[in-house]
Nanobody
Framework: VQLQASGGGLVQAGGSLRLSCGASGRTSSVVYMGWFRQAPGKEREFVARITWIAGITYYADSVKGRFTISRDNAKNTLYLQMDSLKPEDTAVYYC???????????WGQGTQVTVSS
């Protein structure tokens, strides 16, 4: 499975961005997809995940109510709508996919999100 993330950029605090992640290859093996992020000097952390078939979502407390994860099965594309962005959301965002809820079998390249205050 190959993953290609896009949509990062620079935005002011309170603004919005939408990340996309296109999947190709043996996507039938994927059960979970989602997003992690890594801020400078910090460890990678979980952001959100979704089950590919049923669309069941789960969020980190830090983004709950501000971020929305979704998917378009027909387009094999994962999305992360990020609203009310804060400077602490600044990080490289990675999409990932896998067979279990850790969804760390396959990784896309990161996309930079920078939120200015």
């Amino acid at each position: 499975v190959q993953l290609q993330a896009s949509g990062g950029g620079l935005v002011q605090a309170g603004g919005s961005l939408r990340l996309s992640c296109g999947a190709s290859g043996r996507t039938s093996s994927v059960v979970y997809m989602g997003w992690f992020r890594q801020a400078p000097g910090k460890e990678r952390e979980f952001v959100a995940r979704i089950t590919w078939i049923a669309g069941i979502t789960y969020y980190a407390d830090s983004v709950k109510g501000r971020f929305t994860i979704s998917r378009d099965n027909a387009k094999n594309t994962l999305y992360l709508q990020m609203d009310s962005l804060k400077p602490e959301d600044t990080a490289v965002y990675y999409c990932a996919a896998g067979k279990n809820y850790n969804f760390n079998d396959y990784w896309g390249q990161g996309t930079q999100v920078t939120v200015s205050s």
